[in-house]
């Protein structure tokens, strides 16, 4: 049982440059999230997902874009990197809020550099 | 919006002792709180969770109460390990989709 997966661990980016970050998850859970943690401050919503095809904002949307076509899959693209986007990225996944006995599964999560 | 407050943002204590760990929350409307811990440069592992309709969990040497009325739920460790040395952080889960994190407490178990 893989949990929530996250690809790459690592990664550095020059200015203006893209890339995709991957999440799975094999629980079959419905609700996927991102977030980002930077030094000191809490965790951030990006984007979340209620189930396959439906996305929303959170807290801190801009400058990122997701798609959810499966239920297991929720990659986050950074089409124009900014070094205000050197942060801890991470996925995790629930079962629908309120229901079920379980919280989050977070994935080891996706540290990114931006020069 | 939900905010979540952890006190304090930092403690150290001598091995062996028993500690609580603080968090507040805003809205009492919540489905479930979560506790977690992070290692350093390390994700976020879950300890315990507790439906709103319950008063507290434990697992181990961890016991989470929760107590809405007062937006408030508390993380008790009990003989405190070097090897409990972390950050620990709460999320209050709201109507809607979105869980609110504080910002931590970290955590040092003197040996």
């Known amino acids: 049982n893989a949990g929530v997966t996250q690809t790459p661990k690592f990664r550095i980016l020059k200015i203006g440059q893209s890339m995709t970050l991957q999440c799975t998850q094999d629980m079959n859970h419905n609700y996927m999230y991102w977030y980002r943690q930077d030094p000191g401050m809490g965790l951030k919503l990006i984007y979340y997902s209620v189930g396959a095809g439906i996305t929303d904002k959170g807290e801190v949307p801009n400058g990122y874009n997701v798609s959810r076509s499966t239920t297991e899959d929720f990659p986050l693209r950074l089409e124009l990197a900014a070094p205000s986007q050197t942060s801890v990225y991470f996925c995790?996944?629930?079962?629908?809020?309120?229901?079920?006995?379980?919280?989050?599964?977070f994935g080891s999560g996706t540290r990114l550099t931006v020069v | 919006k939900q905010e979540v407050t952890q006190i304090p943002a930092a403690l150290s204590v001598p091995e062996g002792e028993n500690l609580v760990l603080n968090c507040s929350f805003t809205d009492s409307a919540i489905y479930n709180l979560q506790w977690f811990r992070q290692d350093p440069g390390k994700g976020l592992t879950s300890l315990l969770l507790i439906q709103s309709s319950q008063r507290e969990q434990t697992s181990g040497r961890l016991n989470a109460s929760l107590d809405k009325s007062s937006g408030r739920s508390t993380l008790y460790i009990a003989a405190s390990q070097p090897g409990d040395s972390a950050t620990y952080l709460c999320?209050?889960?709201?109507?809607?989709?979105?869980?609110?994190f504080g910002t931590g407490t970290s955590l040092t178990v003197i040996p």
């Open positions: 995790a996944s629930s079962h629908t809020p309120g229901q079920g006995l379980y919280g989050y599964t």
């Open positions: 999320a209050a889960h709201i109507t809607g989709n979105q869980f609110y």
